[in-house]
Structures are given as C-alpha cells and as structure tokens.
C-alpha cells in the first residue's frame, strides 16, 4: 500500500456546509463556490477527506432550512464523521434555534468538531468556557444581523405603505407590477372578483356557492390552480383592498391602485353576509401570562386579577388545570415572580474585564468582517460598471438603427434594474460593515443592564426577555425551576472571573 493511500484511509472525515442568503448571491455565483474553494484548501491542509457537501441558497431567518436539516440528520447517523467545515459563524447559524441545534453536553454531538475557517475557531464539546463564550457572541450577533435586516426591510414596506403602493404579494384580482413596483387589475380574475361581490350582495349566495359559480367561470388559486377553498373565498369577501384601500400593520391605507369595486358594494356585502368583524377586547394584559407551566401536570400558568376587600387589586398566577387534575394549584404574587426573573437575569450580567476582552476579540472580527464587505463591494461595482457598459453600447446600437427603439427599451430597462438592486446591497453592505461592533457591544450592554432594563419594560417586552433567556421555566410549590438557554448559560459560566482569567491566559489570543 502506497503511503498516500494510508493517509487518505486515517484521514479525519469531514463534511462542508456553504451558503448564501438569497438566490440573487447564488446568481451572481460569487458566494457559495468561494467559499467551497476556501474550505477544501482548508480540509486539505488540516488533512481532512471530505466525503459531502451541503450548500443552501435560502434565507436562513427561520429554522428548518432543508440542506441544514439533512446535514444534521447526515452527521447524526455517520459517527464517523467528525468534522464539519463552514467558513464563518453567520454561514453556519443565523438564529438561535440552529445553534441550539448543535448541543455539545449531548452525546449525539460529542464527536463533532466545527471549524470556524476564517475566524481561525473550533466549536466542540472541549473548548474552554471562553472560547464558548465567544461563539455565543458571534451568534447574537449574527442573529441580531439578520433581526436589523428584517426591520429594514418592514421599515421600507411601511414607508411603501404609506405612499399608498401596496408592499406585498398581489392578492387574487390583482397581478404585481415590477417596473411600476405597484399592483394592478388582474385582467381575467378581476372581473370574477367584482362578480363574486355582485352575487355576494344578493344575499341569496352562500360561500360554497359562489365558490362553484367562480369557478365554473374561470377563478382558480393562483398557487394551486385549484378551486378557492370557503377560507380563500371568505378573505376575498372582507378584503378592502378591491374598493382601493388595504390593511397594513393593522391600519387602513388609502391605496393608489385601480379599485375593482365601489365602498359601498364591499359595505353591502358586509351586512348581507355578516362578515363584518367582531374584535374581542382584552382588559388586562399579564406579563407573565403563558410564560411558565405547571411542574406537575405541564398545563400553563396563567394570570388572574384578584380585588381584596379594601379594594386593591392584586395579579396572581396559578395553574390552569383544576384541583381534581393537578394537586399543586399555587397562587403566586406577580411581584414575587417579577423578583425572580431579575434575580435570575443577574445570572447573565458580564464583568467590565471580560466586556473589554470581548470587544478587542470583535475588533479583530471586525478586520476580517471588512475584507469580506470590501471584496463584495468591489464584484458588485464591477457587476454595475459591466451593466452601464451593456447600456451604453445599446444606445449606441439604437443611433445606428443596428437596435429597433422597443427592443433597446426593453433590455435597458432590464439592466437599469438589476443596477437599482446593486445601490441597494451596496447600500446595505456599507451600513452593515460599520455596524458590526455596535451590534456586539449592544448585546454586552444589554446583559449587564438587564436586570435593571427588566424593571422598566412593558408586560410585553418582560414577556420577550423572559422566553429570550430561560428554557420550560416551571412554577412548583411556589418557587420557580427553570435552565437558561444558550448563550446565556455560558455567559453566567463566565461570571467566575477567576477561572476565565485562567483559561484566558492559557489561550491568550481571543478567537476572532
């Protein structure tokens, strides 16, 4: 036997994982085949086989994306298998669920090493308690990118919204126009809409029969092609986007589209087919309402109000379960249990030293971070001066009569768009860039002021921190069990100041 040949037998095996964030990154092919290049001359350093990849173009704001979920299941059959390459944190992980994902006090997980490639980082069940502190970090804030990312996005929608440019899907009776970024009349499904609204304001048509009428006549789903089901029909009904309006974060905005019925034909249909809404008010609002479960029977702890005698209120919590089902039906103070959780949030404040530590760790993050952005920049400046050059050459070609005018209308309106989509990711890849350690810093700000913001918040933002940082927080006998989630069980890890400033000294150089 050759001696590469044993080489490559004793070689770790290791799988890589690429992705990108929107199928317009895959189309410009400058994402996922860069970082393949990077990690197999990673792997063939580190004298790894690598025996799969696993490359994902999908938005990963959400949990579940398909070549994650196959690349766990992959790494949970093949033992074998030790090494998983991904180039940064945020290819890796984009919420917290898919870092939770990947739990190193599980056996399942106890044979898997991850690579950090260009943070020059290894995730596994023996890094030191500093190393896992950073990488929680990293996490956040990777999440918190793609959180400021989202609020951007609504924020553009709301200011859509308030032009009165609808900021969504067309509804069916409409189609969306792209040039226009608007949306208007379906040609043929907006006249059986207006029809739908015409029978509807007989009142001798109930939802099932209209929906046979419509689609006799031609209406199908715009997704399935099928006949809408009562639901589709019934959204169609009390939809005031077909008399000019539409509803947006829960206010009604005059639109600037083509109605397809009048005010008072959508009001009749109302009143013929009582579809008009009916809200349910809610006096109270418990912070703690549904945050906790019953240790015993598992049933929710809710919130009620309590009038004494000397008519002060008071809000308690207890089980939901009857006295026949759970024996332990403890009426608890909101007071006290408020005490608690800022008691518990203390857990997760950072010492000032450690802070420092980590924002010189983010600072060499930041470096890297920066030669990343300025290498996107320069292909996506590269991509917009190729396309003002097609644009150019095309004027030129249409003075010549080499072009007909409509045809040379066509493809510069085309690459004038694709030029308005560059501004915008420059745009955001500048703000991105200069944001990165302000994200990190807010997120230590936020543990060591917790406890203290905690006392100051809404009942709904008490009830965001509490589901943010404590895992299936159980009320038995009158106190309360509860596990931190990760990161934050390794920021409270980190509070022993001691042992991190041992651990730090023996690994002196923070993972960036």
């Known amino acids: 036997m050759k001696k590469s040949d044993k080489q490559i037998q004793t070689s770790p095996k290791a799988v890589i994982y690429a992705r990108v964030s929107s199928k317009e990154q895959e189309r410009e092919g400058f994402s996922i085949p860069a970082q393949k290049k990077h990690l197999i001359e990673y792997a063939q350093k580190s004298n790894f086989k690598v025996v799969k990849f696993f490359e994902e173009s999908e938005t990963a704001k959400k949990a579940g994306r398909q070549k994650f979920k196959l ?10 298998v030790t090494e998983l390459l991904v180039e940064k944190t945020d290819r890796l992980y984009r919420n917290l669920a898919d870092y939770t994902a990947f739990d190193f006090d599980k056996e399942e997980w106890s044979h898997l090493n991850i690579h950090l490639a260009k943070e020059n980082e290894i995730a596994s069940k023996n890094s030191k308690s500093n190393q896992k502190f950073m990488h929680g970090i990293k996490v956040l804030m990777a999440k918190q990118y793609v959180d400021n990312l989202s609020e951007e996005v609504v924020k553009g929608m709301t200011e859509k919204a308030s032009q009165g440019l609808f900021p969504s899907c067309a509804p069916i009776g409409y189609l969306n126009n792209t040039i226009k970024k608007t949306i208007e009349p379906d040609p043929k499904k907006a006249p059986l809409i207006k029809k739908a609204f015409e029978l509807a304001s007989t009142g001798q048509y109930s939802i099932s029969k209209l929906n046979n009428i419509l689609y006799a006549e031609g209406l199908r789903s715009a997704r399935s092609n099928n006949k809408l089901s009562k639901s589709q029909m019934h959204r169609v ?20 589209h083509q109605a397809i019925i009048t005010k008072e034909l959508f009001d009749k249909v109302q009143s013929q087919m009582g579809l008009k809404k009916r809200t349910k008010s809610n006096k109270y609002s ?13 049933a929710s702890i809710a919130g009620e109000i309590k009038k004494k005698e000397s008519g002060k209120v008071y809000t308690y919590y207890h089980c939901t379960s009857s006295k026949a089902k759970c024996s332990d039906i403890t009426y608890v103070r909101e007071e006290k249990i408020n005490t608690w959780f800022t008691e518990i949030l203390t857990q997760v404040q950072i010492p000032a030293e450690i802070v420092e530590w980590t924002r010189q760790a983010l600072l060499q993050a930041h470096d890297l971070e920066k030669r990343d952005h300025t290498d996107l920049i320069n292909r996506l400046n590269v991509i917009y001066k190729q396309l003002q050059t097609k644009i150019d050459k095309a004027y030129e070609d249409k003075l010549n009569e080499e072009i007909n005018k409509d045809y040379w209308a066509s493809i510069t309106t085309k690459w004038k768009l694709e030029q308005a989509d560059i501004e915008s990711q420059l745009a955001n890849l500048r703000e991105v860039n200069t944001a990165y350690i302000e994200h990190g810093m807010k997120l230590m700000e936020l543990t060591q002021q917790a406890p203290v913001l905690f006392q100051h918040m809404s009942t709904e933002e008490k009830r965001e921190m509490v589901n943010l940082v404590l895992s299936n927080p159980k009320l038995k006998n009158g ?9 934050f069980s ?13 651990e730090r000294d023996s690994n002196p150089r923070p993972s960036a």
């Open 71 to 80: 690349m766990l299941e992959y790494l949970q059959k093949n033992k074998d």
């Open 237 to 256: 009904l009390i939809n005031p986007i077909h008399y000019g309006y539409f509803l947006w974060k829960g206010a009604l905005e005059k639109g600037s």
């Open 286 to 298: 418990f912070a703690f309402g549904n945050v906790m479960t019953c240790h015993q029977c598992g």
């Open 479 to 487: 106190s309360i069990e509860y596990d931190l989630k990760k990161p």
């Open 490 to 502: 390794m920021f409270s890890e980190v509070t022993d100041l001691e042992k991190w400033r041992s």
